[in-house]
T-cell receptor
């Protein structure tokens, strides 16, 4: 099994550009989440989904959109990139709230 | 909201035992997770405690006291490869237990 696959692994953007970070899982998990990780801040939840068609905000949702049209995919869209969004982004999935989350390898995003 | 506190950094010697503490303040509780994260990599699941007491898994054990809002991760027979960050995370009740909130992590350095 591939598990959780994130693309791209690295990306450099200019301020104001938009882009979509892709996340796909092949474990038929209902729960999917996006986190960002910054030095000294730990993992912070951006958006999450408990099933296809259902999404909700996490701790730091501003500047990001998500959609969940299928169980497998949970893309994260940056609407207008800002330097403050420079971070490492992790996607994770789990069967339900009581199961451990499986993380993708992360996307390292730099915004100039 | 909820606060999750962990020491920022700890050091230990190969072969020793180390205890990493995690305290949290939340009005309810639905289990506590521990994850390991090596530098530049994704977090990986270590343990999940939902009831009070000690859960043992090889060299790693995790303890939970819900009444005290306290957990610890115990690592025995430390190896160099145990140098990593250790993250604790809880699902607070005010989110329907659907959001996973992480502490900032404890960076463990194991020396020869």
């Amino acid at each position: 099994n591939a598990g959780v696959t994130q693309t791209p692994k690295f990306q450099v953007l200019k301020t104001g550009q938009s882009m979509t970070l892709q996340c796909a899982q092949d474990m038929n998990h209902e729960y999917m989440s996006w986190y960002r990780q910054d030095p000294g801040m730990g993992l912070r939840l951006i958006h999450y989904s408990v099933g296809a068609g259902i999404t909700d905000q996490g701790e730091v949702p501003n500047g990001y959109n998500v959609s969940r049209s299928t169980t497998e995919d949970f893309p994260l869209r940056l609407l207008s990139a800002a330097p403050s969004q420079t971070s490492v982004y992790f996607c994770a999935s789990s069967m339900d709230g009581n199961q451990p989350q499986h993380f993708g390898d992360g996307t390292r995003l730099s915004i100039l | 909201g909820q606060n999750i506190d962990q020491p920022t950094e700890m050091t230990a010697t190969e072969g020793a035992i180390v205890q990493i503490n995690c305290t949290y303040q939340t009005s309810g509780f639905n289990g506590l997770f521990w994850y390991q994260q090596h530098a530049g990599e994704a977090p990986t699941f270590l343990s999940y405690n939902v009831l009070d007491g000690l859960e043992e898994k090889g060299r790693f054990s995790s303890f939970l006291s819900r009444s005290k809002g306290y957990s610890y991760l115990l690592l025995k027979e430390l190896q160099m490869k145990d140098s990593a960050s250790y993250l604790c995370a809880v699902r607070p009740p005010n989110t329907g237990f659907q959001k996973l909130v992480f502490g900032t992590g404890t960076r463990l350095l194991v020396s020869p």
